[in-house]
């Protein structure tokens, strides 16, 4: 039960970093619609009802993983490097140009757009690249790679780690542990 429950957030934090792409293709059919270049018709009825169910799973899995009750560690940072631009353009680049060129009004586009989907998907989950989320810049979060402690331990570890602001090191926070790749910063210990 509990590998599946990872599964599904590690899904849903890979929908997540698409979900500003998932608005602009959302935005470019509305004012398609607007402007009489588009039918409403099956296909984009298909298409506004995936991107609303693709948005909506991208936000509320987000929120399921950030507030998400795993087990609370209290950790030291000893190092940390803000990396955060160092994937966001490239990443974000790529589906504002997937985004502008894609026809979604052809059956040909809608498919090309699930195959492209489930292919990055693939690589995106297998690669753990879940440090790669546009949406949680935006949200304000910053993107860090770290060397810290457990409180208690003396053995260095590395993590990416998500946090609102600046990580200091010598400071001692809390996280939720997902797994050794990232985790988001819980609270700052006071």
């Known amino acids: 039960m509990e590998k599946i429950k990872n599964n599904l957030k590690d899904l849903s934090l890979f929908l997540s970093a698409f979900v500003p792409m998932f608005i602009l ?11 009489n270049n588009l039918s409403f018709n ?3 009825s298909l298409n506004f009802t995936t991107l609303i169910i693709l948005i909506a799973s991208g ?18 940072i000893i190092e940390r490097e803000n990396i955060t631009d160092k994937h966001f353009l490239g990443y974000f680049s790529l589906f504002v140009l997937f985004a502008l060129q894609l026809n979604l009004s052809l ?3 809608y498919c090309i757009f699930v195959i492209i989907m489930i292919f990055i998907g693939i ?6 690249l879940f440090y790669i989320n546009p949406l949680l810049n935006i949200m304000g979060y910053n993107f860090f790679d770290v060397k810290y402690k457990m409180v208690g331990e003396t053995r260095t570890r590395e993590a990416k780690i998500f946090h609102k ?17 990232f985790t988001f910063i819980d609270t700052k210990k006071s």
């Open 59 to 76: 936000i509320g899995g987000l929120i399921w993983n950030i507030k998400s009750s795993g087990a609370s560690k209290e950790i030291e």
């Open 165 to 181: 602001g600046n990580l200091n090191p010598n400071q001692k926070y809390f996280v939720n542990i997902k797994n050794d790749n």
């Open 42 to 44: 099956i296909l984009n």
């Open 123 to 128: 690589v995106y989950i297998k690669n753990s």
């Open 25 to 35: 293709i959302f935005l470019k059919l509305v004012i398609d619609m607007l402007n």
């Open 107 to 109: 059956v040909s586009g």
